[in-house]
């Protein structure tokens, strides 16, 4: 072996793509999904309360009308 080769990189060929199960709990994927509501005013305050929005600089909330055949959505 020469000093090349010794040096030269070499991919792992196993790698493990699962992932951890630390701190999840499959209850809590289904308490979210429950929390849709067929009014979209609803919705948007839920997703503001949910993630904190006025103080969470993470997430952005842009609401915004739309104007269909001279109607405003």
Known sequence: MNIKQ???????N??????????????EQHEDNQN???NID???????????????SDILIREFSLTARNTRL
């Open 14 to 27: 196993n790698y493990d793509f699962t992932l951890a199960s630390v701190g999840f709990k499959q209850d």
């Open 42 to 56: 609803l919705n948007i305050k839920y997703m503001k309360n949910k993630y904190n929005s006025s103080i969470n």
């Open 6 to 12: 010794l040096f030269q990189y070499q991919p792992d």
């Open 36 to 38: 849709i509501y067929p």
